[in-house]
């Protein structure tokens, strides 16, 4: 306890972060099972039925549990985005897939933030040469950063959760700039979960590397050069 006091890091501001790696990692290997296609074509009939019994409460439940997947790091992220679209459609399926990431996404922001984010601002604030640099640069460019993380199909959600908070990024910067960032990859998964009950029927599995083809790579690679604009602008008139 000493030492972490001494540090500027203090065990209990640890403990959300502690909480969210155990929960992960329990996750990991009690639920992969569960949140998979394979569950979901299974008990697809049940789930169907259960919306149309229960739309409110099936809509309110379905976010939950999108909410948890994304803040806790949990195995399924896209099954559940699938699923968004298999059950509610595209609208207001793709609303639910990107409400739920994106509280989700802010939870374990807020968590690393209060864990590590601000001692470790900090020590980039007062840090010279390259690791100042780095954090100059940073602020400097923050939405285009943060939506090219959002964009860029090479950077793993979760990386792109904690990074923000560690440097330092501001709530309501990262919020609109999550919301907006996950939206055409959130549209291409809601898109293809609409078209689950065919695939069931065919006995196949939906093609999740869709969103790398080139006519839905495309526009996505056209977004991330136009967040990258202001960052080429700036460094040209430099």
Do not use: H, Q
């Amino acid at each position: 306890m000493a030492m972490a006091k001494s540090s500027g890091i203090s065990i209990k501001k640890l403990l959300p972060l502690i909480g969210i790696a155990l929960v992960a990692v329990i996750g990991f290997f009690t639920l992969r099972d569960y949140l998979s296609f394979e569950s979901l074509r299974d008990n697809r009939e049940a789930l169907l039925a259960w919306r149309d019994a229960n739309f409110l409460m099936a809509s309110v439940g379905f976010v939950g549990v999108y909410i948890a997947i994304v803040a806790f790091s949990l195995p399924g992220a896209a099954i559940i985005s699938l699923t968004g679209g298999f059950l509610f459609g595209l609208f207001p399926g793709v609303l639910y897939n990107i409400t739920g990431a994106t509280i989700g996404a802010v939870l374990i922001f807020l968590a690393a933030r209060m864990g590590l984010g601000d001692y470790l601002s900090r020590k980039m604030d007062s840090a010279g040469g390259v690791v100042g640099k780095i954090k100059t640069g940073l602020d400097d460019n923050e939405v285009s950063f943060l939506l090219l993380m959002r964009l860029v199909p090479a950077f793993p959600f979760f990386v792109a959760n904690l990074v923000p908070a560690l440097v330092g990024t501001k709530l309501r910067t990262f919020v609109w700039t999550t919301f907006i960032g996950i939206m055409p990859g959130g549209f291409v998964y809601t898109w293809v979960g609409t078209g689950l009950g065919e695939v069931f029927a065919r006995g196949e599995t939906p093609n999740l590397g869709i969103i790398f083809e080139p006519k839905i790579l495309g526009p996505i690679l056209a977004l991330c050069a136009l967040s990258a604009l202001p960052v080429i602008l700036k460094a040209i008139k430099k």
